[in-house]
C-alpha cells in the first residue's frame, strides 16, 4: 500500500508565499505521477498541478500558473508546491495524490493540509 502525506500550510497575508511538501511510503515503486489538488468550502475538488515521476511532464490549472511551481525529489519520495503570490481564492484545503503506473486516476491521498490567505 501507499501513504501520502502532506505539510506546510498555514495562514498568510495577500501576497505572500508558502511552500507545500508531501512524502509518499510504503509501496512507491510504481509512481506514475503525483499532483497538488485543492477544495475550497463548498466547491468541488480541482486539480491544482501535477508532475510526473519520470521524465518530464507537469501540469498547472490556469489560475496558477506564473505563481505555482511544482517540483520532485525522487530519492525522497516527495513532491513540493511553491505557491507565490497567493490571494484569498488560493484558499483552500490542499491535498496531495498520488497516481500508479496503469492506474487512470489519483488513488491514494493525503489527508490534506489547509491554506489560508487573508486580504
Known amino acids: 500500500q501507499v501513504q501520502v502525506a502532506e505539510s506546510g500550510g498555514g495562514l498568510v497575508q495577500a501576497g505572500g508565499s508558502l511552500k507545500l511538501s508531501c512524502t509518499a511510503s510504503?509501496?512507491?515503486?510504481?509512481?506514475?505521477?503525483m499532483a497538488w489538488f485543492r477544495q475550497a468550502p463548498g466547491k468541488e475538488r480541482e486539480l491544482v498541478a501535477s508532475?510526473?515521476?519520470?521524465?518530464?511532464?507537469?501540469y498547472y490549472a490556469d489560475s496558477v500558473k506564473g505563481r505555482f511551481t511544482i517540483s520532485r525529489e525522487i530519492t525522497k519520495n516527495t513532491i513540493y508546491l511553491q505557491m507565490n503570490s497567493l490571494n484569498p481564492d488560493d484558499t483552500a484545503t490542499y491535498y496531495c495524490?498520488?497516481?500508479?503506473?496503469?492506474?487512470?486516476?489519483?488513488?491514494?491521498w493525503g489527508q490534506g493540509t489547509q491554506v489560508t490567505v487573508s486580504s
Open positions: 495524490g498520488l497516481q500508479r503506473i496503469g492506474g487512470d486516476s489519483y488513488n491514494f
Open positions: 510504503g509501496s512507491t515503486v510504481r509512481t506514475a505521477a
Open positions: 508532475i510526473r515521476w519520470v521524465g518530464k511532464g507537469s
